[in-house]
C-alpha cells in the first residue's frame, strides 16, 4: 500500500524531529507548527523532554501552542510530573505560553519550590500566568520563600514573577526584608526596589541592596 503525499510529508517531519542536525530540528518543528496536527503532539512534548538546543525548544514549544489547547494540556500536565527535570522544566514553559487556567491546580508548591532551578523558574512563570483571581496573595506568600535561592538570573527571574503579581506581592516581600538570612533580606530589598523603580536594572538593586544589608549587620555588631 503507496502513502499518501500527506502521509509522506508527516513520516518526513517526524524523522526531522530526531535528526542529528539541529537546523533541520528547526525546521521539522517549524513545518510542524505551521501544520498543526494532533498527531504531532506527543512526538513535539516528547523532544521538549531532550531537546539539547534552546532554540529548537522554543520552536517546539511554539509548534505546541499552535495546536488546540484542550489536546495540548493534558499531555503537558503529566510531563509537569516527569522524573526528568527538563521535561518537567518545559512543559511548565509551555503551559505558560498557552495561559490556559484549567492547569493551575498542577503548578503545586513542590514545583515553585523545585530542586532544579530551571524548573522553578518555569514554574513561577507559569504560576504568575495562571494565578485565578483572589489567589495572587497566596502565591507570592510561596513565591517569598524561595527569595535568596541561586544566581543571578534565578533571583531576577523569582523578582519578575513577584512584581508581576502586582501590590499584592508587598507585604510577603515585606517580611522577607527583616529575615535572619543575609541573601534573602538583600534579594527581598533589591525587588521592592525594582518594583519601585523598574529603571534601575536588577543587577544595581541588588548590589545596592547587599550593601544595605552589610551596613545592616556592621551595626548591629557595633552595639
Known sequence: MTMSKEDTKTMRALQGLENNSSSVRLQ???????????????KLVERCAVESEFYVREMLTWALTRHTA??????????????????RSQALH???KIGDRQAWPAITSALL???????????????VVMVPEGEEYALAI???????????????SLSRALIALGEVMLPALGAATTDPD????AHAIATERLW???????????????RVVALGAAGEEGR
Open 113 to 127: 519550590s523545585d530542586a532544579d532551578d530551571e524548573v522553578a523558574r518555569s514554574a513561577w512563570r507559569a504560576a
Open 70 to 87: 484542550s489536546m495540548t494540556v493534558p499531555v503537558l500536565l503529566g510531563e509537569v510530573r516527569s522524573e526528568r527535570a527538563q521535561a
Open 28 to 42: 521539522a518543528a517549524l513545518a510542524v507548527g505551521t501544520n498543526p496536527d494532533p498527531g504531532f503532539i506527543g
Open 196 to 210: 519601585r523603580d523598574p529603571d534601575a536594572g536588577f543587577g544595581f538593586a541588588i548590589e545596592e541592596a547587599k
Open 94 to 96: 509551555t503551559l505558560s
Open 182 to 185: 543575609p541573601r534573602v533580606r
Open 142 to 156: 510561596v513565591l517569598a520563600t524561595q527569595l535568596g535561592r541561586g544566581e543571578h538570573e534565578t533571583q531576577l
